[in-house]
């Protein structure tokens, strides 16, 4: 069985504060990309995990195996599973593979062990895994609140090409909550409503939408800066960090202003452009 784990970006992404519990609440706008891993599963006699690149963790801080043990322990499974990973979401860039990879796990299993779970069912064990996981069990476009799991879906039709550069910047979650500066009170700011209403208007977005991580993280590593202001040079008419970054996204009116612009950085930068009528394949 092979599966398509896509990425997603934030269109929007504002920390409201810590809750009592560690976590913070938040507010975003997931939107999914034309920009997959592939998972390769196969009944096997234990739980392993091979995967084609040194950067990934084959071991039990890996997303997938973490998937796959909670689901097997939770529905008393006996069967183990080969999961076989090839990477080609970028990792530490914000565009959520791992959590991703986990949730294509997770709808796997459901298929290969016969276990007929609904997708709520699944979101509720995905959220033992990650804040962003449960969203990737169906994916698509939603508005997430809480600490990412309180998802409301719904369809955004983007009328841009949707441009991201990765650079060799690596930033996990962790390192940029803790340089986070809070700046909100707590209360949502009508996110959804906000992109509904204006996403045809890039002027109007660049002016209501933000990602509150950002700022704190160009401080330390300038050259996301640098590629943001790139991509608007070269014609994107909306420009954001997605995430904890450290991949940037742009708008772009057409496709050749896409590639002139993905075609002007560094071979070495990852980069992946999605049409405006992109719909995932599951």
Not at 64 to 71: E, F, H, P, S
Not at 87 to 116: C, F, H, Q, Y
Not at 127 to 148: C, H, K, L, T
Request: charged share 25%; with cysteine.
């Amino acid at each position: 069985m092979t599966l398509q784990a896509y990425a997603k970006i934030n269109i929007g992404l504002y920390i409201l504060g810590k809750r009592s519990d560690g976590y913070h609440d938040l507010e975003t706008i997931f939107h999914e990309i034309n920009l997959f891993d592939e998972i390769d599963l196969e009944p096997h006699k234990t739980l392993e995990m091979n995967a084609d690149s040194i950067l990934v963790p084959i071991d039990e801080t890996n997303l997938c195996l973490k998937a796959a043990n909670i689901l097997r322990k939770e529905r008393k499974i006996k069967e183990g599973v080969m999961i076989q990973l090839r990477k080609k979401i970028p990792i530490g860039a914000g565009l959520g593979g791992g959590s991703s990879d986990a949730a294509a796990v997770l709808r796997g299993l459901n298929e290969l062990w016969k276990l007929k779970l609904s997708n709520h069912q699944l979101r509720t064990i995905a959220g033992q895994i990650g804040s962003d996981v449960p969203f990737f069990i169906e994916g698509g476009n939603a508005y997430a609140s809480g600490r990412g799991e309180i998802l409301d879906y719904f369809s955004l039709e983007i009328p841009f090409w949707i441009a991201v550069v990765t650079p060799l910047i690596h930033i996990s979650t962790t390192w940029a909550y803790s340089h986070l500066k809070l700046q909100r009170d707590g209360k949502g700011s009508e996110l959804r409503s906000k992109i509904a209403k204006h996403i045809s208007n890039p002027k109007k977005i660049t002016s209501l939408v933000q990602n509150d991580f950002e700022q704190s993280t160009i401080n330390v590593y300038p050259e996301i800066g640098r590629l943001k202001e790139k991509l608007k040079e070269k014609g994107a008419v909306f420009s954001l960090m997605s995430g904890s970054g450290s991949s940037v996204f742009g708008f772009f009116e057409s496709e050749k202003k896409a590639l002139d612009a993905l075609g002007s950085f560094p071979k070495n930068y990852q980069t992946s452009l999605t049409a405006p009528t992109f719909k995932p394949d599951r």
